[in-house]
């Protein structure tokens, strides 16, 4: 059997399909790579989120076990600026602010009059030096003082 090939029946059509599957997957290589760009910056801001989120806690937290029965007394608005603890590049601040005083919830305590109820309000907020990350955290409380 003898194969006889002639220049003019020669059509090319391997070159054209490689290179047109080269450049689909040259678009679909920078197409995955910017997704995970994408991707690595939401985990990023959602880290720095996480960071003053706890920042803000953590002075909540601070601000009610510290200050309350010294507050309860003397009706001082109280403000303090404290490091994050493990993560240096947040920073949160508190300050707390007396309400009002009212009669104590049904309990134990509201059996007389010799008990009042003195009603705070603690803002904390939270910044990431080095994002532009915040959180600011408010919440109310009261502390059982005696009556007067």
Do not use: C, K
Request: charged share 10%; glycine share 10%.
């Amino acid at each position: 059997m003898t194969l006889s090939f002639t220049v003019g029946n020669q059509q090319g059509s391997a070159l054209p399909i490689g290179m047109v599957l080269l450049f689909i997957l040259t678009l679909l290589g920078v197409a995955g790579m910017n997704a995970s760009r994408l991707e690595l910056a939401m985990a990023g801001n959602l880290q720095n989120y996480e960071y003053v989120h706890e920042a803000a806690e953590a002075a909540l937290q601070r601000a009610m076990a510290e200050n309350p029965p010294s507050l309860a007394l003397d009706r001082t608005d109280v403000s303090a600026d404290m490091p994050a603890g493990a993560n240096d590049a947040a920073t949160g601040s508190y300050d707390i602010r007396w309400l009002s005083q009212g009669p104590v919830p049904s309990g134990g305590f509201s059996i007389t009059d010799e008990f009042t109820a003195q009603h705070f309000v603690v803002r904390s907020t939270a910044t990431l030096s080095n994002s532009n990350q915040a959180a600011t955290h408010v919440q109310g409380y009261f502390v059982i003082a005696p009556g007067g």
